[in-house]
């Protein structure tokens, strides 16, 4: 929770005007394919950025990222799991985790971790959707039990801990995608109670009789709650694929010190340079370093779903589905 709730704060940063900031979060695998290649004589377009001066096979901006493996932790990295596209977790620390979940926990919790006889769904689980593949949250629950409600504790490390974390989070990522798994009966919530919730943090963008009518029969329920959980879409941001959904496009406004500015859809953006793509199919990339006074805001139409993750409790979760359900 608290971890949480720091990258709330460190993700308010990255998307304020500052780019360069001190606080920093613990480096995420940066295991994205690199971006889309510029269009064709971007690098020597009229308004080239100081990325031109790259040699000719890395114009793009993404050339500019390789000491990021040794060097400060990628910024990009970290926006890509705070919006709730998140890094994959490590295929060894999943099998491994796997394997360590089936022997000790797949008794109660089934082997999927859906949930079983006599332990609680954990793909759906807050403590897990928190834990985010870290083991903090996840840790004190296994480490202590729950002894009263049939929770044992377990005698584990650190490192057990954190490779069924990552099994975990593979089995959330899993959820996110539409159709990965079999249906239950997750509408169990109080409709009425959703429709407050709502009312209270989604009308301000959401309307039950305008964008959102008739949502519950585009989605099945499984998928519906995704959709509010993480509304990005899989491969709107820093990976190849059909142009995302324009309402939820990432923008960005770059000023250079001169007072020029340039807007645009977000192609990419790290600890050494920032792209974007002009409304005109106009590509631009800058270096930091060599642009003194380089001015940089995000725009994340999304921001307010990432803020809101942390702080659903479970039955919110639910009640905020069971009132989507009814809007067929
Ligand atoms: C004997 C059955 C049993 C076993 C074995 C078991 N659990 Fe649990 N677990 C439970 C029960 C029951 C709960 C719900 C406790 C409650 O209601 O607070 C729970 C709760 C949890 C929670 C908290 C879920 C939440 O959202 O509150 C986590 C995380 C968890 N278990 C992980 C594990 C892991 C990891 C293992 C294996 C190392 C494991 N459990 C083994 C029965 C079990
Ligand atoms: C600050 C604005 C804002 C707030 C507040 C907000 N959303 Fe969204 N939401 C968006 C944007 C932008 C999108 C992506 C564009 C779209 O699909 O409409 C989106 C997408 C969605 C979608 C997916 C729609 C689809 O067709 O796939 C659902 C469902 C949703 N939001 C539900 C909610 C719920 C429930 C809440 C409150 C708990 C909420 N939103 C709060 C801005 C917001």
Known sequence: MNKFKSSCVLAALIFGTTLF??????????????????????????HPGPA???????????????????????????????????????????????????????????????????????????????????????GKVVLNGRPDKGMPK??????????????????????????????????????????TYFNAHCSSCHSPSGDLAHIAAKYDPVALQSRFLYPRDRRAFGTEGPPPNPKSEITVKVTLASGQSYEGRLDH???????LVEPSGEYHSWLLDAEKGIKVEVHNPLQAHADMLPEYTNADMHNILAYLEKLK
Not at 269 to 275: E, G, N
């Open 21 to 46: 900031l001190a606080g920093q979060e613990p480096q995420v695998p940066a295991s994205n394919p690199p971006p889309p290649e510029p269009p064709a004589g971007a690098a020597n377009g009229p």
């Open 52 to 138: 031109a001066q790259l040699p000719a096979s890395g114009p793009r901006a993404g050339g500019a990222t390789k000491p990021a493996a040794q060097g400060p932790p990628n910024r990009a990295a970290m926006m890509r799991k705070f919006l709730g596209i998140g890094a994959p977790p490590d295929p060894a620390a999943v099998d491994r985790g796997q394997k360590l979940f089936v022997a000790n926990c797949a008794f109660c919790h089934g082997s999927t971790a859906n949930g079983g006889a006599t332990g609680p769904d954990l793909v759906r689980s807050v403590v897990v959707l928190h834990d985010q593949g870290t083991g903090k949250d996840i």
């Open 154 to 195: 377990f005698n584990m490390t650190e490192a057990q801990i954190k490779d069924i974390a990552a099994f975990l989070l593979s089995r959330t990522q899993a959820a996110a995608n539409r159709g990965s798994y079999e249906i239950q009966n997750i509408v169990t919530g109080d409709a009425k109670a959703g429709e």
């Open 269 to 275: 953006i790290d600890d050494f340079s920032v792209a």
